[in-house]
Structure formats: C-alpha cells, structure tokens
C-alpha cells in the first residue's frame, strides 16, 4: 500500500508541474498576441483615408 501510496505522490506532483507549466504557455501566448496600442503615432487623422501608423 505504501508503493502505491508512493507513486500516486509522484504522479500528482508531476500532474501539477505539468500544469503550472501550461498555464505559463499560455499566458505568454496570450500576452503576445494581444496588441499594444499605447504610445502609437497615427500617420492620418482619418482613419479611412490611410492605413498608415508608426
């Protein structure tokens, strides 16, 4: 009983691990494709006559 004990210990550790691991992923993921618009330069005041930004 204690081998079993023993190896659902392990499993469950390396579940979570596993775990933290992809919820770091894809934090990062979602982190890069949000774009960040703040400090951009337009190049027109309307937006419909270009598309052009800095």
Do not use: Q, W
Not at 41 to 53: D, E, G
């Amino acid at each position: 009983m204690d081998i079993l004990a023993r190896r659902l210990t392990i499993i469950t550790l390396l579940m979570a691990i596993f775990a933290i691991m992809l919820a770091a992923a894809v934090e990062t993921d979602y982190r890069r494709s949000t774009h960040n618009t703040t400090g951009k330069l337009v190049a027109c005041a309307t937006p419909h006559a270009c598309t052009a930004s800095l």
